[in-house]
């Protein structure tokens, strides 16, 4: 590729972090040129009208169209030249596909708390297979988190209340930094680890070696029940409530006439605030378990409530 001639070009460990970089240089490229005429300009103006100089200094002034508008015209158009370059970008790199391998990551003061759907956990650790994309679902317990990682040129806020998703793919084996890059307390400083990229062997070896505790769908299982879910939502329970099997993923039709897709966030949404969305044919009977489940058991649910296959009545 072409881009290797640039001096100190650093071919980088992703698919598109050469393209932010090749962005990062238009961007100062753009810079330095408004650098260079604004400097320029100073430099003439203090040699053309130095007090020795006999020039015409009445102070009139005399108005030319062609340069404001030339001026104005040739910025605007410089500018959404990088705008469009720019925004290219950010729609490649935050598409997230749905079907691919899904890691989940909880921030909170002050760690990074990772969770693999073989129910494999670690904290401030992040072991990924090189060469493949990964969907990051993350999730804030308690602050904005930033999830940052300068390596692959990838940063993404996590937000309490609600699930970001962030792809990334790294295509070289190695150790990179993983920090968090919004001030969030205290330790923020100290609130880091590590991405582990490895080769698809090596990977499925430390996912064995892991210990895994249940799946993090059987722990929804049974979170489910000590929640009490299954008391209403059960099969053969006393209060009318929707059967949740086959839900994940079907048009749910609600109260007010109109229809949601039965998502991560609506479940999550159902859970945390009830009265919000109220199905069709139900009356608002089920409790708020907001404040009551953490980021951690909600994702579980949620795995769990995906589960369940089943038609849906
Ligand atoms: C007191 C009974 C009760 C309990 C306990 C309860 N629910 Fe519900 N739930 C309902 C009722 C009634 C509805 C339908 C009305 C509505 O949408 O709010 C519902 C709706 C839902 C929906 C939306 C279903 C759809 O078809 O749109 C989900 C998802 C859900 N509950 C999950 C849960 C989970 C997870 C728990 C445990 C943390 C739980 N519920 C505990 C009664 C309950
Ligand atoms: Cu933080």
Same mark, same amino acid.
């Given at each position: ?7 100190? $070009? ?8 050469? #393209? ?10 753009? /810079? @330095? ?22 020039? #015409? ?6 108005? /030319? $169209?062609?340069?404001?508008?030339? $001026? ?30 899904? &890691?989940? &990551?909880?921030?909170?003061? $002050? ?14 650790? @992040? ?12 999730? /804030? ?24 998703? @962030? ?25 880091t680890g590590e991405i582990v990229a490895m080769g698809a062997p090596d990977y499925a070896t430390w996912l064995a070696t892991q210990t895994p505790a ?15 879910? %299954? ?5 053969? %329970? ?16 609600? /109260?007010?006439?109109?229809? &949601? ?46 589960? @369940? ?5």
């Open positions: 590729m072409w881009r290797k001639w640039i001096p100190f $070009w650093h071919s980088g460990v992703s698919l598109h972090g050469g #393209d932010v970089d090749m962005l990062f240089i238009g961007l100062l490229i753009a /810079s @330095l040129l408004v650098l260079g005429l604004l400097f320029f300009l100073l430099t003439l103006f203090c040699v053309r009208y130095r007090a020795s100089n006999d020039v #015409d200094r009445d102070h009139r002034i005399t108005k /030319s $169209w062609r340069w404001e508008v030339g $001026w104005t015209a040739a910025s605007l158009a410089g500018f959404l030249v990088l705008f469009v370059w720019g925004a290219e970008i950010y729609f490649q790199i935050y598409r997230t596909p749905p079907d691919e391998l899904s &890691v989940f &990551v909880v921030a909170k003061q $002050w760690m990074w708390k990772v969770q693999h759907s073989g129910g494999q956990s670690e904290i401030n650790a @992040l072991h990924i297979p090189v060469g493949r994309p990964i969907r990051l679902v993350m999730a /804030s317990q308690d602050v904005i988190h930033s999830f940052f990682i300068p390596a692959i040129r990838l940063k993404h806020d996590v937000v309490p209340g609600r699930y970001q998703d @962030l792809e990334i793919e790294v295509d070289k084996p190695g150790h990179y930094h993983l920090f968090c890059a919004e001030y969030c307390g205290t330790e923020h400083s100290g609130m249940d799946s993090l769908t059987q722990e929804g299982g049974a979170l489910f029940r000590e929640l009490g879910c %299954s008391g209403c939502h059960g099969a053969g %329970s006393k209060i009318h409530a929707p059967s949740l099997d086959g839900l994940y993923g079907r048009p749910v039709p609600l /109260s007010d006439g109109s229809f &949601v897709t039965a998502d991560d966030k609506y479940i999550r949404d159902s859970i945390l605030l009830p009265r919000s969305q109220i199905a069709a044919g139900y009356q608002p009977l089920m409790p708020s378990f907001e404040g009551k489940v953490s980021e951690e058991q909600l994702l579980r649910l949620i795995l769990y409530i995906k589960s @369940l296959g089943g038609p849906h009545p």
